[in-house]
């Protein structure tokens, strides 16, 4: 059965509440923000594929540990799916020897603990038997969202985004989709400090919603943790037909 497993599904970590990280098989997740409290060792070894959505802390938060217990735990490695840019990005301000060891040239370079694959926009490639198709979202820093399918089933991921109307063309384009996993961060008080820093407030994404010319099962994840009482009481207000939930984690979205 075809299911997305929020591991962590908020916007920073409070108390129980951890920042994103979400697991398509028992090998692949995307993000890593709450990747090594998610699992035991065991479930960990098994991870063989992290796709990374862009490079802000709390969706790369455990990539430098994870990457330290791969090696240190007998020279396993894993593939990174992401873009170039993002890449350049988290070799240059993360795993650059000062602040964390480069994992891609270690134990050595020509079998790293990190493998490197490039992704272009627009162009699917496949893990595990799953279909993923890279969108270029709106965010502060190169950001991808996603369409993925499996098994004749699909459904789109937002990853970090404010209004993208480019996220929008992508799920019209494919009349399979059902669920839509799409990130809301701040609450409608706070809806300038969405716009200024790329994310998403309630109206926001009732106008997002609107753009849309059929009924989605709507799954909102991103929501920063100090304010989600008074997010979720927005999102009530949404005026639309669609069916409207919040993520939990550990509890799997089933894709129809």
């Known amino acids: 059965m075809f299911s997305l497993l929020p591991l962590g599904c908020y916007g920073s970590d409070l108390e129980n509440k951890k920042c994103i990280s979400m697991q398509i098989t028992p090998s692949t997740v995307i993000d890593t923000g709450a990747l090594l409290s998610s699992f035991n060792i065991s479930q960990l070894l098994e991870i063989r594929n992290l796709i990374i959505t862009h490079s802000h802390f709390d969706h790369i938060k455990d990539l430098p540990t994870f990457s330290d217990f791969m090696l240190s735990f007998g020279n396993h490695s894993f593939n990174l799916y992401t873009t170039k840019t993002i890449m350049k990005e988290l070799k240059q301000h993360i795993l650059n020897d000062l602040i964390w060891p480069d994992f891609t040239k270690l134990p050595n370079s020509k079998t790293p603990t990190i493998n490197f694959k490039p992704i272009e926009f627009d162009k699917p490639f496949v893990i595990d038997n799953t279909e993923f198709t890279p969108i270029e979202m709106n965010h502060l820093v190169e950001s991808i969202g996603f369409i ?94 669609m069916h409207l939930t919040t993520m939990k984690q550990k509890k799997p979205i089933f894709i129809s």
């Open 148 to 241: 993925i399918k499996k098994e004749g089933k699909v459904f789109a991921y937002s990853g970090d985004t404010g209004i993208c109307d480019n996220f929008i063309d992508h799920i019209k384009q494919e009349p399979k989709i059902k669920t839509l996993c799409w990130e809301t961060s701040f609450p409608n008080r706070l809806k300038k400090l969405a716009e200024l820093s790329k994310h998403l407030s309630p109206s926001m994404l009732e106008g997002e919603l609107a753009k849309l010319n059929k009924k989605y099962e709507v799954h909102i994840f991103h929501l920063k943790p100090n304010l989600e009482e008074e997010i979720i009481s927005d999102i009530g207000k949404i005026r639309t037909d």
